[in-house]
């Protein structure tokens, strides 16, 4: 495929790893794929997940991982695109991180969403060395995990000096 081809739904549609790494279609929107796969992420999490212990939204956010490792690693190999920006999942899942590990309300939960889209697009050092060095499943999903990471500790710097 052309790496500058926009997927669509027949090319998501024959493949498992391709639903999961686009997002269930979310990645298929041609603005902003990473924001509109995360507010999915959002979403889903806002109307499923919050229902969830912390041990079962843990659980699922792990087996999540290691899901993306294979449903990214497939689907941008189709693609012929290391990390084609219609795959998703590595923003789902670092989100549902985000989200996991975030205080309950709105005010937090929005911020952590502003936040991880700034550090998931700006990628300041080190993700964007791990964006351009690791490669394969892995790669696609370590960036996105590092800027969840960024973003809880932006939240709870904030946390403890203002509140």
């Not at 790893?17 to 999490?45: C, E, K, M, N, Y």
């Not at 939204?57 to 899901?67: E, T």
């Not at 219609?86 to 929005?110: N, S």
């Amino acid at each position: 495929m052309n790496p500058t081809h926009q997927p669509d739904f027949a090319f998501m549609r024959p493949r498992l790893s391709r639903w999961v790494a686009l997002g269930a279609g979310s990645g298929l929107s041609g603005v902003a794929p990473g924001t509109v796969g995360t507010l999915l992420a959002w979403g889903v999490w806002l109307v499923a997940l919050d229902k969830l212990t912390a041990w079962q939204q843990g659980a699922i956010i792990a087996a999540g991982v290691w899901i993306g490792i294979w449903a990214c690693s497939r689907t941008a190999d189709d693609l012929g695109v290391a990390d084609h920006g219609a795959i998703v999942w590595d923003e789902i899942i670092a989100f549902w991180l985000v989200l996991w590990l975030t205080p309950d309300g709105f005010g937090w939960q929005f911020s952590a969403f502003l936040l991880f889209r700034f550090f998931d697009v700006v990628k300041p050092p080190p993700i964007r060395w791990v964006d351009r060095q690791v490669s394969g499943g892995w790669g696609v999903m370590a960036d996105d995990l590092l800027a969840a990471c960024f973003s809880l500790l932006v939240l709870a710097l904030g946390k403890a000096l203002f509140l």
